[in-house]
């Protein structure tokens, strides 16, 4: 080996001459062992850059040799049953998504993923895992995506998702959950940002009604395909819901129960619920004073069996259960009551109650309360707004001034063309009284000239007295301009013939 290298460095230096000192550098580290190996490709899997698929390989355990560059990496349709603290041999840094879907595994032990902290996206579908132990995912404090479709989990340890802070979106669905897993949002360590949770094709009855209509405020659960028991709660969540525009329930209409126009075992329909359009109400309301608020177009003590629910700016109540620690409450006729108002309570409330049709988006079930002097916020907030806007409008037309004083003194002092002398010796009119800007000096000659719906004519009367005798021509012809720029913006079709008077420009 030495021999053969000092061959090649001598051959590297006879043929260049000693000008290429960096290729017999190389070879020297080379020989001393001092440059890094390349990683090369498992046998059985594909590496493209740094993703690494090796799907579909029937494999039982997991490459000793993946190279740990890299940021993908796809081992689904496998034979793997279990996740062990060591089944991978070395640390990947750098690997953001790891996908091991449709494999059989059915056992995850505790700190698996500390090897993969920077995981952005963890695909663990259709596998065979039947409950997540606590603390399984610790480690993926980055993790923002978690797929776990169509396994066998049928029960949530409270601590199973504690130190994913940064989870955005978790997928449930086809599992065997037969309560909603309200943990997730209670865990003090769980995930702090989850705005999308799938429970589809679940096996729960009942739902937290009261909890769903606060925590929906901030992201979409998705509930279809549950055998879902239709009572009253649900009915109000549902036609709330529906008002909202919530699109877990619009996109999914006729996979939930409770559908518009089924005969329902259970009447929710209150007879004091008006039927006509409702509108906006503003309750004002002194620090520490007393306040009620009526639930919007409910008139009348609710039915038997019915709830009312109140959707406010820290929580939601119901009519059914009491908290003496808290300063609001709602009466069985399903009226709000604030207690020593606070200035934190000001904002807007919601009255959900089963009232047998689907709202339409154009009325509010709402109120807005204001807790303090509601005059002096709204003229306060109309002065800023007012200053504001004015100030804009100013800087605006400045700027425009500016701008279009800048475009005149460059098409006046950097005309790309200038018109000649005719044969008689003048200008015809040209000159001080036409600045044409166009591509072919020749055409104004003529009199006539092509545009492409790119070109400025600045154009003065001529005097009465000129001395200038002659046909008057039109000085630009619009017959040929391109409608590119008017196409545009959407105005005409193509081919459509412009008619437009010669004084606009283009």
């Known amino acids: 080996m030495r021999a053969i290298t000092s061959q090649l460095f001598i051959k590297t230096n006879v043929r260049c001459g000693h000008r290429k000192p960096a290729a017999g550098a190389m070879l020297l580290l ?10 090369t490709c498992p046998l059985y899997c594909l590496c493209a850059s740094d993703i690494i698929s090796c799907s579909g390989r029937n494999l039982s355990v997991v490459p000793s040799d993946l190279p740990s560059y890299a940021t993908r990496l796809d081992l689904s349709h496998n034979g793997l049953r279990a996740l062990r603290v060591d089944w991978i041999s ?5 690997l953001t998504t790891l996908i091991l879907s449709k494999n059989s595994i059915s056992q995850i032990e505790v700190t698996t993923f500390t090897v993969t902290p920077h995981l952005l996206h963890l695909d663990l579908s259709f596998n065979q895992l039947s409950m997540l132990n606590s603390s399984v995912f610790i480690g993926l404090k980055d993790l923002k995506e978690l ?28 599992n065997k959950l037969t309560a909603f897993p309200l943990e997730l949002y209670e865990e003090p360590r769980g995930p702090r940002n989850l705005t999308f949770l799938d429970l589809s094709y679940n096996k729960l009855s009942v739902v937290p009604v009261q909890s769903l209509l606060y925590l929906t405020r901030q992201g979409g659960v998705y509930l ?3 055998p879902l028991v239709c ?3 649900l009915l109000s969540l549902l036609e709330y819901w529906m008002w909202k525009q919530y699109h877990p329930l619009v ?14 075992d259970v009447n929710c329909t209150n007879q004091g619920v008006s039927e006509m359009p409702l509108e906006l109400q503003i309750y ?7 306040l009620t608020v009526p639930c919007p177009g409910l008139t009348l003590p609710v039915q038997e069996g019915s709830v009312v629910f109140w959707v406010t700016p820290r929580m939601a109540l119901n009519s059914s259960t009491s908290d003496p620690n808290m300063n609001l409450s709602v009466f069985p006729n399903g009226t709000l009551e604030i207690q020593g108002a606070l200035r934190e309570d000001s904002g807007t409330y919601g009255c959900v109650v089963a009232r047998g049709r689907y709202p339409d988006p154009s009325e509010t079930l709402e109120v807005r309360v204001v807790v303090g002097n509601l005059s002096a916020s709204s003229t306060t907030g109309l002065v800023h707004r007012s200053s504001a806007e004015h100030f804009n409008t100013a800087f605006t037309t400045l700027a425009s001034c500016v701008v279009s004083i800048i475009l005149v003194l460059l098409y006046l002092y950097l ?34 000239r092509r545009s492409n719906g790119k070109r400025v004519a600045f154009l003065e009367p001529q005097a009465e007295d000129s001395d200038f005798i002659g046909p008057k021509t039109p000085a630009i012809t619009l017959d040929c301009i391109s409608t590119e720029g008017i196409l545009k913006n959407g105005s005409r079709t193509v081919g459509q013939t412009l008619t437009d008077p010669p004084h606009i420009v283009q």
């Open 30 to 39: 080379l020989c001393l062992g001092f440059l890094p190996t390349v990683a």
């Open 90 to 94: 070395q640390r990947f840094e750098r």
């Open 147 to 174: 797929l776990l479709i169509g396994n066998q989990i049928a029960h949530i340890n409270p601590e199973s998702f504690s130190g994913l802070y940064s989870l955005q979106r978790l997928y449930l669905s086809a």
């Open 224 to 226: 279809q395909q549950n």
């Open 231 to 233: 009572d009253c709660a």
């Open 251 to 264: 996109y999914f209409r006729d996979e939930y129960p409770c559908k518009e126009g089924e005969v329902l």
């Open 284 to 290: 004002q309301v002194e620090p520490g004073e007393w």
């Open 415 to 448: 005309t790309p063309c200038r018109c000649r002398e005719s044969r008689s010796g003048d200008t015809g009119g040209c000159g001080g009284r036409a600045i044409i800007l166009c591509s072919d000096p020749r055409d104004v000659e003529a009199g006539e």
